[in-house]
């Protein structure tokens, strides 16, 4: 996949965490794209990956308005959870060519990695939690 990133997904923003882009995609950290342009947003909402091996053979997404903006025919993304079970937002890749995603080993793949993501999310909030003063009894 030419294009990775983690994102932090809200209801009303999309902000770049951390990326690899191959493919000249053009986003950086801290980056923002417009919530509604994105598969992401959908994602938040019901917490359910998207997976997308090429988008000019799928029923759903054929016509959908994001692989249209963005110019991807392949895409992956899954949610990232805080341990207590809230979202944080998504590990998401696109490429500009199919690819095949919706195998055992890249499903897989990307679920642990949103699963490593999301317990170093934790041990930092952890260390930020502890660093604060602690009030006397």
């Given amino acids: 996949m030419g294009f990775v990133a983690?994102?932090?997904?809200t209801e009303d923003r999309w902000i770049t965490c951390s990326v690899?882009?191959?493919?000249?995609?053009?986003?950086?950290?801290?980056d923002e794209l417009q919530i509604k342009t994105t598969i992401c947003d959908d994602i938040r909402k019901n917490s359910?990956?998207?997976?997308?091996?090429?988008?000019n053979e799928d029923d759903e997404f054929r016509?959908?308005?994001?692989?249209a903006i963005y110019q991807f025919q392949s895409y992956i993304s899954v949610p990232i959870m805080h341990q207590d079970g809230t979202f944080f937002g998504t590990l998401c890749a696109?490429?500009?060519?199919?690819?095949?995603?919706?195998?055992?080993?890249?499903?897989?793949?990307?679920?642990?990695?949103s699963e490593l993501i999301s317990f170093?999310?934790?041990?930092?909030?952890?260390?930020?939690?502890?660093?604060k003063p602690k009030k006397n009894l």
């Fill in 6 to 9: 983690v994102a932090r997904v």
């Fill in 20 to 30: 690899l882009d191959n493919v000249e995609f053009g986003l950086k950290p801290t």
């Fill in 48 to 55: 359910r990956s998207v997976i997308i091996d090429n988008v």
């Fill in 63 to 67: 016509n959908h308005h994001t692989p």
């Fill in 94 to 113: 696109i490429d500009p060519k199919p690819n095949s995603l919706k195998t055992f080993k890249v499903r897989e793949m990307f679920n642990l990695f």
């Fill in 120 to 131: 170093h999310l934790n041990l930092v909030e952890q260390t930020i939690e502890n660093k």
